[in-house]
T-cell receptor
Framework: SQQGEEDPQALSIQEGENATMNCSYK?????LQWYRQNSGRGLVHLIL?????REKHSGRLRVTLDTSKKSSSLLITASRAADTASYFC???????????FGTGTRLTIIP | DAGITQSPRHKVTETGTPVTLRCHQT?????MYWYRQDPGHGLRLIHY???????DKGEVSDGYSVSRSKTEDFLLTLESATSSQTSVYFC??????????FGPGTRLTVL
């Protein structure tokens, strides 16, 4: 069963605009991670946010975590064509080295 | 994909035949994982390893076995391949059991 569910399933925006993707999960977590997957490639780790953190930044990426609502959001600012990819959230439970992935958001940046 | 390779990258096989996929890492990471990725399901964990000869089942382990006799190699075996095992298989590694690094994937087709 999927722990994380991304929303929306697909998103198309103009280059330069900001993109926001959301992830909801069901049980308590130790950390939540976001990954990117370009077509035909393996996943690439973007950012990890721990359960005691509320916001984290990495370059043009901003991740928020609301444990009371069991949700996270990934914001990509000033989008570029190279940001076109699928984005997945993944959750890790306490004392567990396994990740549970959502089904992903397909982001398309229109030049 | 640096430091982690998968072989073969593509394979076509027939129903009922055994198939072994290999994951090789040069990072000396403790944890290794096998996932399958199917449309509409995201990534699902098949098996993972937390050390040499130490493995555990994931969400979709039926019909699969694994072995890890060396730190650098993690083998996934489909004991008797079925058409439902047609998928893209990803190996991942992790040093501390948090962020994971993925291989390039193996596309397996079972006819």
């Amino acid at each position: 069963s999927q722990q994380g569910e991304e929303d929306p399933q697909a998103l198309s925006i103009q280059e330069g605009e900001n993109a926001t993707m959301n992830c909801s999960y069901k049980t308590s977590i130790n950390n939540l991670q976001w990954y990117r997957q370009n077509s035909g490639r393996g996943l690439v780790h973007l950012i990890l946010i721990r359960s005691n953190e509320r916001e984290k930044h990495s370059g043009r990426l901003r991740v928020t975590l609301d444990t009371s609502k069991k949700s996270s959001s990934l914001l990509i600012t000033a989008s570029r064509a190279a940001d076109t990819a699928s984005y997945f959230c993944a959750t890790a439970n306490f004392g567990n080295e396994k990740l549970t992935f959502g089904t992903g958001t397909r982001l398309t940046i229109i030049p | 994909d640096a430091g982690i390779t998968q072989s073969p990258r593509h394979k076509v096989t027939e129903t009922g035949t055994p198939v072994t996929l290999r994951c090789h890492q040069t990072e000396n990471h403790r944890y290794m994982y096998w996932y399958r990725q199917d449309p509409g399901h995201g990534l699902r964990l098949i098996h993972y390893s937390y050390g040499v000869k130490d493995t555990d089942k994931g969400e979709v382990s039926d019909g699969y076995s694994v072995s890890r006799s060396k730190t650098e190699d993690f083998l996934l075996t489909l004991e008797s391949a079925t058409s439902s095992q047609t998928s893209v298989y990803f190996c991942a590694i992790s040093d501390r059991g948090d962020e994971q690094f993925f291989g390039p994937g193996t596309r397996l087709t079972v006819l």
